[in-house]
């Protein structure tokens, strides 16, 4: 309803990004504790090397490439201009509903 009000009261919706899975399977095998611990690093840090990222996370640079490249394959990342990688989001909601078998 607060994205209504405030779309009513500017005239403009607030536009968001969007990533789906197809199942939460998916969503936590593309979203590792891992992966999840590397977005916050990033969130809201701009464009970074991966070594700088890895550096953040204290994790090995090898380790980190490989969880960005998934990140980069599932659109969840950016390469940045010039090199280097950017999570584009100030904020992250992550949504799912479950279905009685």
Do not use: N, Q
């Amino acid at each position: 309803m607060a994205d209504f009000a405030r779309a009513w009261r500017t005239g403009k919706p607030e536009r968001s990004a969007r990533i789906s899975f197809a199942s939460p399977e998916l969503l936590w095998k593309v979203l590792t504790a891992k992966r999840w611990e590397l977005l916050k690093a990033l969130c809201g840090a701009g464009p970074v090397s991966i070594r700088e990222a890895a550096r953040r996370v204290d994790r090995d640079v090898k380790a980190v490439h490989g969880d960005v490249t998934a990140l980069l394959s599932a659109g969840v990342l950016d390469r940045a201009e010039g090199g280097g990688i950017v999570f584009p989001y100030e904020a992250v909601k992550v949504e799912f509903l479950l279905h009685a078998a």
